[in-house]
Every structure is written in C-alpha cells, then in structure tokens.
C-alpha cells in the first residue's frame, strides 16, 4: 500500500481499519467490528497508552475527554478519500483539532460514545489501536502526517507493520 497515494495538501491522517469479513464495495454501509479480539502479535510496537475516552458529538464536531488524565480535545473529521480492499478499509481524512471552547455548550447532543482505547506506538506518526466500545472490538492502524516527513521510509514501515499484523489478525487461532 503506497501512502502516498492517499495523501495530498488537505489530508494529514490516513486510518486502515481491519474488517472481520470481506466488505462488497457496493455496499452503502458496513462494520468493521470484531466479537471476540483477535490474535495480535504486541512485541512489535515500542509502547502502549491505555485510556478510557469519552466523546460527545454535536454535527461533525467532536468533544473527548480522556478520564484517566483529565485531558480534553476538540476535532473534526472530513473524509477525503476512501477505499475497500477485501477485508480493509482505508480512509484519507484531513483531521482539524480547535480549541476546547469551540464545542458547543448544550443538551442537544447527538451522540455520546465511551471507549477504552489502547494504542500501540510503531514511531513518532504511526499507531496501532485497539478500541472496545459495548462489547465490539475495533482494529486500526493510524499515520499523522506531515509536509516535512520521509514518506519512503513511512511507507516502508507502514507496509511491514501491516503485513505482520494481517499475517495474525487473519488467521485462525
């Protein structure tokens, strides 16, 4: 997979999102949920955060708060590209974060989500997560980008990491 390709002056995070089942690209709508967690080969990443986040959504604004240090953050997320590969689905996103006073303060909330959230460091721009909400496991990898990076050698561990984790999420245990 070629970051590269999902990337251009409006788009700063990729996400690949690993489906328990084959996604038609026909579909409308799809889960990229698991029942039960699969096997994961965790030796390969250099550290773990585990945190228990709580998001509220107004629109297509976002207000998450981080329980276990107190921190807060507001993003949005516009898709600008996305593509189905089998069992993958890759998202370009251009992630835009705000100050915290830009959420809106109201009871007309459209969506109120608790997550455990644990992350699994591969550099300084790559992650692996695992996140579990109302007993539903979701698995992805997560590259920030930036204009000043080595896209080659992104790439290159980008493609490796992905590699091994298909090589165990895919196979039967």
């Known amino acids: 997979m070629d970051l590269s390709s999902y990337l251009d002056e409006n ?10 089942e084959e996604i038609n690209s026909n579909t ?3 889960s990229c949920s698991w029942d039960k967690l699969p096997r994961i ?3 390969i990443f250099k550290s773990r955060i585990d945190q228990v986040i709580i998001e509220f ?3 297509d604004i976002v207000y998450c708060y981080d329980q276990g240090n107190d921190s807060q953050r ?3 997320k516009e898709l600008k590209k996305d593509k189905v590969d089998g069992k993958i689905y890759i998202s370009s996103l251009n992630e835009l974060t705000y100050p915290t006073h830009r959420f809106p303060c109201t009871n007309n909330i459209n969506d109120k989500r608790t997550i455990h959230r644990i992350s699994y460091k591969i550099n300084n721009r790559m992650s692996f997560i695992i996140e579990k909400e109302n007993d539903l496991w979701t698995l992805y990898m997560r590259y920030n980008h930036s204009s000043i990076v080595d896209i080659d050698s992104m790439n290159k561990e980008w493609n490796e990491k992905l590699k ?4 165990n999420i895919y196979s039967k245990y």
């Open 11 to 20: 788009t700063n995070v990729v996400e690949l999102y690993f489906c328990q």
């Open 164 to 167: 091994q984790l298909q090589k």
């Open 41 to 43: 080969p965790l030796n």
């Open 28 to 30: 409308i709508s799809f």
């Open 74 to 76: 507001v993003y949005q």
């Open 57 to 59: 959504h107004k629109g």
